[in-house]
């Protein structure tokens, strides 16, 4: 069983920045890819970030390339995602996600490739 932990949400002005994190409880959390998906109110929840399992590869929703970067330390556990220049159309609750694999360089963008879960941080940027 995974189970993950999401912080760093909150309330930032528009162009302001924030880091999300994602702390895993497994043992083997180089064996799980690694995702970030957002879902803003009445929407469907969405991908935004990926990265493979040992962060070889990532691969980013066009909307936020350039502004938003994800990276994971296997050593602690964990994943991250700077986002940079926020705007008002990325509010929304932030999840983690995490996939078992033995690709060591693929990523996976859709929310039916992973299996658990975090329970979600808020992100309300301000216009």
């Known amino acids: 069983q995974v189970q993950l932990v999401e912080s760093g949400g909150g309330l930032v002005q528009t162009g302001g920045s924030l880091r999300l994190s994602c702390a895993a409880s497994?043992?083997?959390?180089?064996?799980?890819?690694m995702a970030w998906f957002r879902q803003a109110p009445g929407k469907e929840r969405e991908f935004v970030a990926a990265?493979?399992?040992?962060?070889?590869?990532?691969d980013y929703v066009d909307s936020v390339k350039g502004r938003f970067t994800i990276s994971r330390d296997n050593a602690k556990n964990m994943v991250y995602l700077q986002m940079n220049s926020l705007k008002p159309e990325d509010t929304a609750v932030y999840y983690c996600?995490?996939?078992?694999?033995?690709?060591?360089?693929?990523?996976?963008?859709?929310?039916?490739?992973?299996?658990?879960w975090g329970q979600g941080t808020q992100v309300t940027v301000s216009s």
């Open positions: 497994v043992r083997t959390f180089s064996s799980y890819a």
């Open positions: 996600g995490a996939r078992n694999t033995v690709r060591t360089g693929t990523v996976f963008k859709t929310i039916l490739d992973y299996a658990y």
């Open positions: 990265i493979s399992r040992i962060g070889v590869s990532t």
